[in-house]
């Protein structure tokens, strides 16, 4: 799973019908400070997300197929929660530091 | 799963058993401004896209799950046609600019 932002619906009136009634979002992939980190791509909703909001998406065929329960969905990235708050640990040491450190 | 914009049609008269009546298309991968992303790829259609219209690709094991037969050489499928991204307008690809996204109606 990664993280992402919310950009902007899609709308579409013709299509499969397993996204019949999904909404469909662009999704910009973000790093654990809000920054952008790469190519924007397609998500469908399933965490009542909007634009704007920061999001866990899961980019995973099969992994999708078994939380919508199915087993015929075209969906590759599907938005699974939407994130409150990322906290980042920077005093966490290294594994580098972890290995080099005597007696360890 | 991404935009793209499709340039062509593709026809194959010998093929895998499973792609019969399978449309193929040629579609060239965008970002939600219009610009394009990399190189053009086939897809199978299961819209009835036809050249111009902007539409949703899904790629992988899922472009294959998405046909009547799922056990198929597919490895992109255009799931649907889209009509709008935003509230911009609606991205026709002769219409809608490359670059700027407020250039297609002030959604960044």
Request: hydrophobic letters at 45%.
């Amino acid at each position: 799973m990664i993280l992402g932002r919310v950009l902007e619906p899609v709308v579409s009136t013709i299509k499969h019908e397993e996204l019949f009634a999904r909404s469909v979002f662009v999704v910009e992939p973000i790093d654990a400070d809000g920054t952008a980190a790469g190519a924007t791509f397609l998500a469908v909703d399933h965490a009542q997300a909007g634009p704007g909001d920061q999001v866990l998406v899961l980019r995973e065929g099969s992994g999708i197929r078994q939380v919508l329960g199915q087993p015929k969905s075209p969906i590759r990235c599907l938005i699974v929660g939407v994130v409150d708050a990322v906290h980042v640990s920077h005093d966490t040491p290294s594994q580098a530091a972890v290995a080099a450190k005597p007696g360890a | 799963m991404f935009l793209g914009r499709v340039i062509g049609t593709v026809v194959a008269t010998q093929k895998v058993p499973g792609l019969d009546g399978v449309r193929m298309m040629l579609v060239q991968p965008i970002t939600e401004a219009g610009v394009d992303l990399g190189g053009a790829v086939v897809a199978a259609d299961t819209t009835q896209a036809g050249p111009g219209d902007v539409v949703h690709l899904t790629s992988s094991r899922e472009a294959a799950v998405s046909l009547p037969e799922p056990f198929v050489p597919v490895d992109h499928a255009i799931i649907a046609i889209v009509d709008a991204v935003g509230d911009g307008l609606p991205p026709l690809a002769s219409s809608w600019p490359a670059g700027d996204p407020a250039a297609r109606g002030g959604v960044s």
